[in-house]
């Protein structure tokens, strides 16, 4: 009933998160933040020879491939690397991307004594571990979601990657531009914040626009329902799914009718989910004769998602955002991290090389001594050139604004052309 893994409290008691809790995710978090409220009083990670960082993340679930890929990326950024004297330790800890084991693996890490929270996985995830880090002041740094909730977010949170509002808007512009009408794009997402949060990108980049009059108003209905896994299904021109499950056929059937309502159709299905469940989904489509255009946002994960598709023998009309630079770039940072990756070089581990050199070159700026403190100083207000790519810390908390459109193809992703529209 109970995980191994307790929480301490004064006088040697203690707490035990139950895994299987039905307690709503963020009630469960203030729980938490209450009762374990001893962890902001722990080790800040940094001793005489070692700066000790820790990070979150699916490395067992459905979604471990995301997990492996900044685990790997940030391991290589770190190796044979000493900064202020002291050598750099990455504790990576498993959540099977499940907010409820997120707090407790969040927790064991704080418990251990981290400088910093860096590169954890997901948007639920973030979502219960935000407030955690923020009272125990944290920072969290370089986690791989672009939800709004991260920008600017509770506690210390500096991002290197673009939102996913971003990335939502940049593909729907090209197929404005390239002639779909506001009305023919649609959405299959992930139902829960990270979900919402590209259904937010997809509001953000209609809005105004002909057409949307009626659209706009449903994707506020869906944006405002609460709870977990709300009746999303069957409001306007957007299809859901739960998150860790590969369930496509309600999410797909919402779509088919809202075309049958508003005697539109989709050409082009907005995507934000995890890389399996958006290739079961791409692929029931095809198998049903719907020849739509399915994006993704880069957390859906390229390399796997390219791995499933061609599975389900999807190999065309898919479109990627990607928010770090192409695998051929001749920028240094690309040349450092396929050299330091071999074959685990690819977007996600590409992504974690350069979170990691972020975060080496914050270190590395620190004037006096290595505290939190003075690390959130060296960084906020500030630029980086990080290996060619630019990262902006003077307006905001992000870092980067760069998305990059690819196009899949049987060899592997290129840059999307408005001819392949």
């Given at each position: 009933?109970?995980?191994?893994?307790?929480?301490?409290?004064?006088?040697?008691?203690?707490?035990?998160?139950?895994?299987?809790?039905?307690?709503?995710?963020?009630?469960?978090?203030?729980?938490?933040?209450?009762l374990c409220a001893p962890v902001a009083n722990a080790k800040d990670g940094?001793?005489?020879?070692?700066?000790?960082?820790?990070?979150?993340?699916?490395?067992?679930?459905?979604?471990?491939?995301?997990?492996?890929?900044?685990?790997?990326?940030?391991?290589?950024?770190?190796?044979?690397?000493?900064?202020?004297?002291?050598?750099?330790?990455?504790?990576?800890?498993?959540?099977?991307?499940?907010?409820?084991?997120?707090?407790?693996?969040?927790?064991?890490?704080?418990?251990?004594?981290?400088?910093?929270?860096?590169?954890?996985?997901?948007?639920?995830?973030?979502?219960?571990?935000?407030?955690?880090?923020?009272?125990?002041?944290?920072?969290?740094?370089?986690?791989?979601?672009?939800?709004?909730?991260?920008?600017?977010?509770?506690?210390?949170?500096?991002?290197?990657?673009?939102?996913?509002?971003?990335?939502?808007?940049?593909?729907?512009?090209?197929?404005?531009?390239?002639?779909?009408?506001?009305?023919?794009?649609?959405?299959?997402?992930?139902?829960?914040?990270?979900?919402?949060?590209?259904?937010?990108?997809?509001?953000?980049?209609?809005?105004?626009?002909?057409?949307?009059?009626?659209?706009?108003?449903?994707?506020?209905?869906?944006?405002?329902?609460?709870?977990?896994?709300?009746?999303?299904?069957?409001?306007?021109?957007?299809?859901?799914?739960?998150?860790?499950?590969?369930?496509?056929?309600?999410?797909?059937?919402?779509?088919?009718?809202?075309?049958?309502?508003?005697?539109?159709?989709?050409?082009?299905?907005?995507?934000?989910?995890?890389?399996?469940?958006?290739?079961?989904?791409?692929?029931?489509?095809?198998?049903?004769?719907?020849?739509?255009?399915?994006?993704?946002?880069?957390?859906?994960?390229?390399?796997?998602?390219?791995?499933?598709?061609?599975?389900?023998?999807?190999?065309?009309?898919?479109?990627?955002?990607?928010?770090?630079?192409?695998?051929?770039?001749?920028?240094?940072?690309?040349?450092?991290?396929?050299?330091?990756?071999?074959?685990?070089?690819?977007?996600?581990?590409?992504?974690?090389?350069?979170?990691?050199?972020?975060?080496?070159?914050?270190?590395?700026?620190?004037?006096?001594?290595?505290?939190?403190?003075?690390?959130?100083?060296?960084?906020?207000?500030?630029?980086?050139?990080?290996?060619?790519?630019?990262?902006?810390?003077?307006?905001?908390?992000?870092?980067?604004?760069?998305?990059?459109?690819?196009?899949?193809?049987?060899?592997?992703?290129?840059?999307?052309?408005?001819?392949?529209?």
């Amino acid at each position: 009933m109970y995980n191994q893994d307790q929480c301490p409290m004064p006088g040697n008691r203690h707490f035990a998160v139950p895994v299987g809790a039905k307690l709503p995710a963020l009630l469960l978090t203030s729980l938490l933040a209450i009762l374990c409220a001893p962890v902001a009083n722990a080790k800040d990670g940094v001793t005489e020879t070692v700066i000790r960082v820790g990070g979150v993340m699916d490395l067992k679930g459905d979604s471990r491939g995301l997990g492996e890929g900044m685990r790997n990326g940030i391991e290589a950024a770190f190796k044979g690397v000493t900064v202020k004297g002291r050598r750099l330790e990455f504790v990576p800890l498993n959540d099977n991307y499940s907010p409820p084991k997120t707090i407790e693996s969040t927790v064991r890490l704080l418990e251990q004594g981290v400088f910093v929270m860096l590169g954890n996985v997901g948007t639920p995830t973030a979502k219960v571990s935000l407030p955690i880090l923020a009272k125990s002041k944290v920072p969290a740094v370089g986690f791989f979601t672009g939800a709004g909730i991260l920008r600017p977010g509770v506690g210390d949170i500096i991002n290197f990657r673009a939102s996913y509002v971003q990335e939502t808007a940049a593909v729907i512009e090209s197929a404005l531009e390239a002639g779909l009408k506001t009305t023919e794009i649609c959405a299959f997402v992930q139902n829960d914040a990270y979900g919402m949060a590209g259904v937010a990108g997809i509001k953000r980049a209609l809005s105004g626009r002909e057409g949307t009059e009626a659209i706009i108003p449903l994707l506020d209905e869906l944006m405002a329902m609460e709870g977990e896994s709300p009746p999303r299904n069957n409001v306007g021109p957007v299809g859901v799914y739960q998150r860790n499950t590969l369930y496509s056929r309600d999410g797909y059937e919402s779509l088919k009718n809202w075309e049958a309502a508003t005697g539109t159709k989709c050409r082009l299905v907005v995507s934000v989910g995890t890389y399996t469940a958006i290739a079961r989904f791409a692929a029931y489509a095809r198998n049903k004769g719907d020849d739509w255009f399915v994006s993704a946002v880069s957390f859906t994960g390229a390399d796997n998602f390219k791995q499933a598709l061609h599975t389900y023998d999807v190999k065309d009309r898919v479109i990627m955002t990607q928010v770090v630079p192409l695998l051929d770039s001749n920028l240094p940072i690309v040349s450092q991290a396929r050299e330091a990756l071999g074959n685990e070089f690819g977007y996600v581990s590409l992504e974690g090389y350069i979170v990691g050199k972020l975060f080496i070159a914050a270190v590395d700026s620190i004037k006096g001594p290595v505290t939190r403190e003075n690390f959130l100083k060296a960084i906020r207000g500030k630029k980086f050139n990080i290996g060619g790519l630019e990262m902006d810390f003077t307006r905001d908390n992000q870092g980067s604004d760069m998305v990059a459109l690819t196009y899949l193809t049987e060899e592997g992703y290129r840059p999307l052309r408005q001819s392949d529209w």
